[in-house]
């Protein structure tokens, strides 16, 4: 007789109650689906606010992007600070960006440039951390653990770990990035992994009729029952929601599987980063409320021209055919597209014509979330040192987020020490874009 639940006992983490456990025990095989047996795990996470059919894409230059070669060439500035790659124009008057994005320089009207985000970590551990959470953690770099929520965990406890409808996960990421784990708020809350096994598990649904007859159904709930009895106060359904996705997935694993788009649309977007964009707004459209998108390769040291020329194009595709998707198919007020990475790098080319690392100005840059696009937002210094408007900061940033997701910014949340914390304490939606 298969168990429906396996022979693992759950791990502990945060969320479901005893009670929660008798509402996936009282079951019956006719309502079974996955978003009736994941309805008391989705129950035990929201905060009981009202939910919002929105998302964010999440699009991470890991090893420091260029703020200069990205968004903010500055080519008045001297030789030695200026766009090593020049600068296009765009459709937005007076608005360059740097020579390697033409494509996203067409779509710049769909689209917002930050040149005033700021923070004040230049390690790849802590400025990443900064990023990803709105906090500071400078033990990072030397092997410390990442000590807060990442916004896509975040959305995840507040939201649920998985949509009610369609099954699919709530924070999903495509490559891993330090510090964007659930830290204090336990395993639930990390981003589902589609190159684990938890995609494997995607394939490997067992249908309905396989179950047996209703009878061996109800005695595997009801053994589940009193192993959750015999436990005390189960506080997790983490191994139950990875068995969930071994018997019944919904719709889920079709948003990940490119054969069900438009295959002049995939060949659009084109391979690598691209192919990532596009399964990321696929499963935004399934119910999907945070996608990590991780592109790695910015830590230019040296020979930051060459490098550039490699890895800019890449992006200025991806970016601006999935700009243009978004807007063809009306989704600019659901999903929001964040372009950032952990700082920007040095003003100053160095001796090996490359740049270091550099947190006072970093790259950022947005489009649709139901925002106000079409400008550059806040001003850099004129060799692109320092903000010379109001710094932005990545809580600012992540205030801009929580709104578009609909998330309580003054909300808290309980840390290992059993206390109450805000999960936003400074920040403030960036004025210019709502």
Request: a neutral charge.
């Amino acid at each position: 007789m298969l168990s429906l639940f396996g022979d693992r006992r759950f791990k502990d983490c945060d969320g479901a109650t005893r009670r929660d456990a008798l509402k996936i025990g009282s079951l019956g095989l006719g309502s079974l689906s996955l978003p009736s047996l994941l309805a008391a795990r989705s129950a035990a996470s929201e905060s009981g606010q009202p939910v919002k059919n929105t998302s964010v894409v999440w699009l991470w230059l890991g090893g420091g992007a260029t703020h200069i070669e990205t968004f903010d060439p500055k080519m008045t500035a001297p030789a030695e600070f200026r766009s090593v790659t020049g600068e296009v124009t765009t459709n937005l008057p007076g608005v360059t960006l740097g020579g390697t994005f033409p494509q996203i320089g067409q779509v710049a009207d769909r689209m917002a440039f930050v040149r005033s985000f700021s923070h004040k970590n230049s390690g790849h551990g802590g400025g990443t951390h900064w990023v990803m959470t709105g906090y500071d953690n400078k033990q990072v770099d030397n092997g410390g653990r990442p000590t807060r929520p990442s916004l896509g965990a975040i959305a995840s406890k507040v939201r649920g770990a998985n949509h009610p409808v369609t099954g699919m996960p709530t924070y999903v990421r495509l490559g891993g990035i330090l510090a964007d784990g659930p830290s204090f708020l336990g395993t639930p809350y990390a981003p589902f992994d589609p190159q684990g096994q938890a995609r494997n598990n995607l394939t490997l649904s067992t249908k309905l009729e396989r179950l047996g007859d209703r009878r061996s159904l109800l005695a595997s709930l009801d053994r589940f029952q009193r192993d959750a009895d015999n436990a005390g106060l189960m506080n997790g359904l983490d191994q139950f929601e990875e068995q969930a996705f071994n018997l019944v997935l919904g719709n889920a694993p079709a948003a990940f599987d490119l054969k069900k788009e438009d295959p002049r649309l995939v060949a659009k977007y084109g391979k690598d980063l691209g192919q990532q964009l596009l399964i990321a707004r696929r499963l935004c459209e399934a119910g999907c409320g945070f996608v990590t998108v991780s592109f790695g390769g910015w830590d230019m040291h040296g020979g930051i021209k060459q490098a550039m020329q490699r890895r800019g194009p890449i992006v200025d595709h991806a970016v601006a055919t999935f700009v243009q998707d978004l807007y063809d198919r009306g989704l600019d007020d659901r999903i929001l597209l964040v372009v950032t990475g952990e700082f920007g790098r040095t003003p100053r080319v160095n001796a090996g014509g490359g740049r270091d690392h550099w947190a006072p100005l970093s790259t950022l840059a947005l489009s649709g979330g139901g925002l106000k696009m079409g400008q550059v937002v806040g001003e850099s210094s004129a060799k692109a040192e320092l903000p010379q408007s109001t710094p932005i900061t990545p809580q600012d940033l992540m205030a801009t987020v929580f709104d578009v997701l609909g998330i309580d910014r003054k909300m808290q949340l309980v840390n290992l020490a059993g206390r109450p914390v805000y999960v936003l304490e400074d920040g403030n939606p960036i004025r210019e874009l709502v």
